[in-house]
């Protein structure tokens, strides 16, 4: 088979959400798959190159509008049997079979109620819907996922594939170096003992006003002596949580990192007591399954996909209750044993995440549309 791969986010130098499951996939599929022909399409060339006699980039040069305007014409003679649109995306025109990729139905929603433009929204309402609706395979990264799709967009379940995400395995992983944490700990200012929560502060469904907030209680009550590590870039929550820090006297048990490297994130959570991550919505929340491989305890909501990746490893906590998550938070870090526990759990559970499994997943749905 000859697959065409809308490509472009692997162009772009920091890899986000969608470029890490694209590039990672991708990888994946050059090692397993020796067969068929991978055409990698953008409109700049790419950053993260895949090496494979197999796999080859194509660049069409075009301003903006591309995947619209000018990649539909590469299917016009029929050499691709499959095009793979790695996101909720697809041209109006596109004459071959197609597959996308659907994290989570979070932009329906957030686009209805944010301050962009109506035509803006309208634009992406219509684009995420007809996507799906009109690809011939939809893959969806939970079940949690799949059924959000089935209610919102009325589509067969036949046509939706559950493909979970994987991890990096060699990345990470459990470092019991006690210099080597230490020294990252200085990096970023923390000292002593951390809780830590690897989201972002550019989403508000990440919920950190109340983690925040239940942090605060669990210091009022004396229940634990540690500090609040926030990872991730600036965003729309940033100044309504400096303020919240602020106003809660908690400058000097609320670190907030910024953007923490690759190498340095393994090592990070390996130091934590404990990730919480009460998020509103996830399509999957690879965060949790990250944190368990490096041996650290998760705390994670009781909705959306995040029970179906935690199952019975993590705690899982109402995020809309500030007094759960900060009691849950106390009785996991008082319990030491209760701890270790999860971090036992933890480690059987990623055995059922990795990036071999998706590409697998993902080749079967490729060769359905033979």
């Known amino acids: 088979m000859k697959i065409a791969v809308h490509a472009k ?66 299917f016009i003679d029929g050499k691709y049997e499959v095009a793979f649109i790695p996101h909720e995306k697809l ?56 059924r959000d799709i089935i209610e919102n967009c009325n589509i067969s379940p036949n046509k939706i594939t559950v493909t979970p995400l994987g991890y990096n395995g060699e990345l990470y992983k459990s470092y019991s170096n006690k210099d080597l944490i230490r020294s990252v700990k200085e990096r970023y200012g923390i000292k002593g003992n951390y809780i830590i929560n ?58 907030l990192t910024g953007y923490i490297s690759t190498e340095d994130m393994p090592i990070l959570l390996s130091g934590a007591d404990l990730l919480v991550f009460p998020s509103l919505y996830e399509g999957f929340g690879l965060p949790i399954v990250e944190a368990m491989a490096c041996g650290c305890p998760v705390i994670t909501s009781n909705c959306s996909a995040m029970p179906e990746v935690a199952l019975d490893a993590g705690m899982l906590v109402n995020p809309y209750n500030e007094e759960e998550i900060a ?6 870090i008082e319990d030491g044993e209760l701890r270790n526990n999860m971090r036992r759990k933890g480690f059987e559970r990623i055995k059922m995440f990795s990036w071999e499994r998706t590409a697998k997943e993902t080749l079967k749905v490729f060769e359905s549309l033979k």
Not at 49 to 73: G, V
Not at 101 to 117: A, N
Not at 202 to 207: A, C, D, E, V
Request: aromatic fraction near 12%; proline fraction near 4%; glycine fraction near 2%.
């Open 9 to 74: 986010v692997l162009s772009e130098k920091r890899l986000n959400g969608i470029g890490y499951y694209t590039y990672n996939l991708l990888k994946t599929l050059s090692k397993i798959d020796r067969v068929n022909e991978y055409f990698l399409y953008s409109n700049i060339p790419l950053f993260h190159k895949i090496e494979a006699e197999n796999f080859r980039e194509k660049i069409l040069s075009f301003p903006k509008l591309w995947t619209y305007l000018r990649w539909p014409f590469e």
């Open 91 to 146: 041209p109006f025109f596109l004459k071959t079979k197609s597959v996308i990729t659907v994290y989570d139905l979070h932009p329906l929603k957030e686009y209805l109620t944010s301050p962009i433009s109506l035509s803006a929204k309208v634009h992406f309402f219509i684009a995420i819907k007809y996507a799906i609706k009109k690809a011939d395979k939809v893959i969806a990264i939970s079940e949690s996922t799949k």
């Open 198 to 255: 690897t989201s972002s502060l550019l989403w508000y469904r990440k919920n950190l006003p109340r983690l925040i907030k239940a942090f605060h209680i669990c210091k009022s009550k004396r229940v634990i002596n540690h500090q609040l590590v926030i990872t991730g870039k600036k965003g729309e929550a940033y100044s309504e949580i400096i303020a919240m820090i602020k106003s809660l006297n908690l400058k000097k048990d609320v670190i």
């Open 327 to 332: 009691n849950v938070i106390g009785k996991v």
